[in-house]
């Protein structure tokens, strides 16, 4: 960092103030970060299609000088982005929105995309072409009382799930509105948060009481699920770590969502590590997501059969409830887990349907011929794989 930067202990900003001040940042990012210069042009290349964007303090987490450094990886353009191979929708989101801003891919789930704006852009970013200025989408609520007449509608839908971009980025009154719409649905009983924000930008849940009290008003009509998303163990600052508490007083439950990336986490000690962490925070293991083919964003891939062995490494280091976690591959057609292998010589991937789209009928365990390099699977499925 340059000697002009502020640092965290300058700033005590109101998390709004903060985000403003993370926005100007970033667009003053490429000349005053210690980089390259190749990395300084990504940088500017960048803002014509997916924009580099970090949070002012988050920033203070990265040896920008430090061409392996986890999260300057996680945030900073890469000259792989220049490759065109991926899908912009990896898990067939389009097929599930029923309404604008609402998918519905499995039975007891809706997803309302509420926003496109994020405090950070992860450049591994499954839905990154809400955020691309060269991909002109906009999927996000338009009719807010359309989705909830389709909510209503839908007796099999027992609970919500708020994303975008990152909901919690909303003003308050926003999602307090969205709490107080939901609320009237009689067959609704919990609500999902997905966010980064406790990573990113801690402040939103130090420095805004009203958005508390919004989550400890409706305690008692839902349960609420803050699904974090934490990438790197050196995410887990203080700050975070007590915007984490402040979640966990107001009745929150918080969860572990967390994307599987070579060159960020894809370690045995790294994971060990962030999941130890998260548990003995209150942050209950839930997904390793492995990583998807996003359209620039390939780098971040590897093997099946190397996510699996080095899955089994860290339930080695793990007791029972921090190793509860399950490997997904996030499928068109549904929640993929990750099992194993069948014994050699003829070895087979095993793999078992955690969720299905609806309207989709597999098998419940699919066997899959082994490819030591395979990073993904096919999408969608030949009739008869085996």
Same mark, same amino acid.
């Given at each position: ?28 990012? !490429? ?23 970090? &949070? ?13 450094? &986890? ?9 792989? #982005? ?33 926003? *496109? ?29 359309? !989705?909830?007449?389709? /909510?209503? !509608?839908?007796? #099999? ?15 308050? *009154? ?15 009983? *919990? ?33 609420? /699920? ?26 929150? /439950? ?7 990336? *070579? ?39 590897? &093997?099946?059969? !190397? ?42 991937? /095993? ?36």
């Amino acid at each position: 960092m340059t000697s002009s930067t502020p640092t965290p202990s300058q700033t005590h900003l109101a998390w709004r103030e903060e985000l403003t001040a993370s926005l100007r940042f970033a667009q003053m990012a !490429a000349t005053d970060l210690p980089l390259d210069p190749e990395d300084r042009d990504r940088i500017t290349a960048a803002q014509t299609h997916f924009p580099f964007l970090v &949070p002012m303090d988050y920033a203070q987490l990265i040896d920008w000088q430090d061409p392996q450094d &986890p999260l300057r990886q996680l945030l900073l353009p890469s000259a792989y #982005e220049d490759e065109d191979q991926g899908a912009l929708d990896t898990s067939g989101e389009a097929l599930s929105t029923v309404v604008p801003g609402l998918q519905h891919k499995y039975d007891q789930t809706a997803v309302l995309i509420v926003t *496109q704006a994020c405090a950070g852009h992860c450049r591994y970013c499954f839905r990154r072409r809400l955020m691309s200025k060269d991909v002109m989408v906009k999927e996000t609520i338009e009719d807010l009382q359309v !989705a909830i007449a389709y /909510i209503h !509608a839908h007796p #099999e839908i027992d609970n919500v799930l708020l994303s975008g971009g990152d909901p919690m980025v909303c003003s308050t *009154q926003r999602l307090a509105n969205l709490f107080a719409a939901l609320a009237n649905i009689p067959h609704l009983w *919990q609500i999902r948060i997905s966010t980064k924000l406790p990573a990113f930008l801690p402040s939103r849940f130090t420095t805004d009481p009203a958005l508390l009290q919004v989550l400890a008003q409706y305690q008692d009509r839902f349960q609420i /699920i803050v699904q974090c998303h934490f990438d790197h163990p050196h995410e887990l600052t203080p700050a975070a770590e007590q915007a984490l508490a402040t979640l966990r007083e107001v009745g929150c /439950i918080l969860t572990a969502q967390i994307p599987l990336m *070579q060159g960020v986490n894809a370690t045995v000690d790294v994971l060990e590590q962030l999941f130890k962490r998260l548990h003995r925070l209150g942050v209950l293991p839930q997904y390793l997501f492995h990583p998807r083919p996003v359209k620039h964003a390939l780098h971040f891939q590897l &093997p099946i059969v !190397a996510g699996l062995q080095l899955v089994e490494a860290v339930r080695q280091r793990c007791n029972g409830s921090v190793k509860r976690f399950r490997y997904i591959l996030t499928h068109t057609d549904g929640k993929l887990e990750l099992v194993g292998l069948t014994p050699s010589p003829a070895s087979q991937l /095993i793999a078992r349907w955690h969720q299905q789209r609806r309207g989709s009928h597999h098998p419940e365990i699919l066997l899959w011929p082994l490819d030591t390099q395979m990073v993904w699977l096919p999408d969608p499925f030949p009739p008869k794989p085996c």
